[in-house]
């Protein structure tokens, strides 16, 4: 049981590239997430998918697109990359519904440079 | 706007010791606060979490207490082992919300043995 996977785990990107983060569920859960971890902030939500079909922004969704492919894929793109977007981001998923435990994969460490 | 407030951002103790991490949250929407624990190069894992109709819950070595006049929560963790040693987030939401979480900045806790 895999759990939650990206890919790929570590990249580097030139100003201005573009690029797209994968990840992938196994666990036939609804709801999936992006959030981007910047030290001393936490853990910010980029964007959010509550069912197929559906996307929302979230807290910091300025500079990035995500597609819900189907249940169980959720994909982040970067349309041209900048420093600012230097970061790790984490993938999550969850069945819908608050008191439900989000499960996390292991992250994207993507510098741009 | 950082919605949930975590402190200290960084903890040193010895090993037996209780280090306590505190969280302080502005909606009083939220519901659920769930503490999340990530090691090096992992994505967070969920460790504990309560709501807000009990003032605490305790399981194995980990304990929250909530005190929700005050929009207070806090982590204490007993006999600390140096295989604690992780970065600790706590974090909120709303079930009107799904599990769209609001994480504090984190704080980092060494257990020396």
């Known amino acids: 049981n895999a759990g939650v996977t990206q890919t790929p785990k570590f990249q580097v990107l030139k100003t201005g590239q573009s690029m797209t983060l994968q990840c992938a569920q196994d666990m036939n859960h609804n709801s999936m997430y992006w959030y981007r971890q910047d030290p001393g902030m936490g853990l910010r939500l980029i964007y959010y998918?509550?069912?197929?079909?559906?996307?929302d922004k979230g807290e910091v969704p300025n500079g990035y697109n995500v597609s819900r492919l189907n249940k169980r894929e959720f994909s982040l793109r970067l349309e041209s990359a900048a420093p600012s977007q230097t970061s790790v981001y984490f993938c999550?998923?969850?069945?819908?519904?608050?008191?439900?435990?989000?499960?996390f994969g292991q992250g994207t460490r993507l510098t741009v440079v | 706007q950082q919605q949930v407030k975590q402190s200290p951002q960084s903890l040193i103790v010895q090993k037996g010791g209780i280090p306590i991490i505190n969280c302080a949250y502005e909606?009083?929407?939220?519901?659920?606060f769930p503490w999340y624990q990530q090691f090096p190069g992992k994505g967070p894992a969920l460790l504990i979490a309560?709501?807000?109709?009990?003032s605490e819950k305790k399981e194995g070595r980990f304990t929250i207490s909530f005190n929700k006049s005050a929009k207070q929560f806090s982590l204490h963790i007993m006999d600390s082992q140096p295989g604690d040693s992780a970065t600790y987030f706590c974090a909120a939401s709303t079930e009107d919300a799904g599990n769209m979480l609001t994480f504090g900045g984190g704080t980092r806790l060494m257990v020396k043995p």
């Open positions: 309560i709501r807000p109709d009990v």
């Open positions: 998918s509550a069912s197929e079909g559906t996307t």
């Open positions: 999550a998923s969850s069945n819908k519904g608050g008191s439900t435990e989000a499960f």
């Open positions: 909606n009083t929407a939220f519901d659920y």
